[in-house]
């Protein structure tokens, strides 16, 4: 597994939410059939998928990779969420529990492979102060080389992209994330068969760590931007 600071996107917006456990299947039909189509389609995405939390409680990761975190603030994506479809309207008022974040990538190991990671780990977390370049560099590179993972990269949230006012936010009523880092690890056997990346990049590098949320997911849906050879 190689270092890489150039494949898949710079820029990530994040989503974790609960849905109505009646509502959830006409949640994945909107998503899968409506909104990620549309968001995939706006200059400058590259990628959107869908995990679902392993103990399949109604309980969603969403994510889209863009090339840049200000695409995420781009006019194109900020008319998207000012003028929500009526389907969109409907399925944002049975999200509970919503936290979106949008983060620009700061390490990556591990190359995107031509099947998606159809298991994926989320550690969300602050770090000491001064601390983040020796993290960066030490502890994702340590965890992309655990058996079983695919890919590692960590990601720094940016603040004034997360807390811009639009109407879908208003809908679901959810805002940024506390923490300031992520990190995603994309698997390709189930967790509880592989050995725990988080607790090699722990042994390879010891830092403190604070308000730590970790979960684990499988795929749903990926939908990457069609490449023109």
């Known amino acids: 597994m190689s270092d890489t600071t150039t494949a898949a996107g710079l820029g990530l917006m994040a989503?974790?939410?609960?849905?109505?456990?009646?509502?959830?299947?006409?949640?994945?039909?909107?998503?899968?059939?409506?909104?990620?189509?549309?968001?995939?389609?706006?200059?400058?995405?590259?990628e959107g998928r869908r995990y679902r939390a392993m103990n399949n409680a109604p309980h969603f990761l969403m994510f889209y990779e863009t090339d840049a975190a200000n695409v995420l603030a781009s006019e194109p994506y900020m008319a998207a969420l000012n003028s929500p479809t009526s389907w969109t309207r409907e399925s944002l008022t049975h999200f509970r529990n919503p936290v979106r974040s949008i983060y620009s990538r700061l390490a990556a190991v591990g190359e995107p492979g031509l099947l998606t990671a159809p298991y994926i780990t989320t550690l969300r977390f602050?770090?000491?102060?001064?601390?983040?370049?020796?993290?960066?560099?030490?502890?994702?590179?340590?965890?992309?080389?655990?058996?079983?993972?695919?890919?590692?990269?960590?990601?720094?949230?940016?603040?004034?992209?997360?807390?811009i006012a639009t109407s879908e936010r208003k809908i679901y009523g959810g805002g940024p994330g506390k923490q300031a880092y992520l990190v995603l690890v994309e698997q390709m056997l189930p967790p509880d068969r592989i050995p725990d990346p988080?607790?090699?990049?722990?042994a390879a590098f010891s830092a403190r760590r604070d308000s730590e949320e970790r979960g684990t997911y499988w795929l749903e849906i990926a939908h990457r931007v069609a490449t023109t050879f």
């Open 126 to 163: 602050d770090l000491p102060d001064g601390n983040e370049s020796d993290y960066a560099a030490a502890w994702t590179r340590a965890v992309g080389r655990c058996e079983g993972v695919s890919r590692a990269r960590l990601w720094r949230a940016d603040a004034a992209v997360g807390n």
């Open 198 to 202: 988080i607790a090699a990049g722990d």
């Open 15 to 46: 989503f974790w939410s609960d849905i109505d456990a009646d509502y959830v299947l006409r949640y994945q039909q909107w998503h899968n059939c409506e909104h990620i189509p549309e968001r995939v389609s706006i200059p400058g995405f590259r």
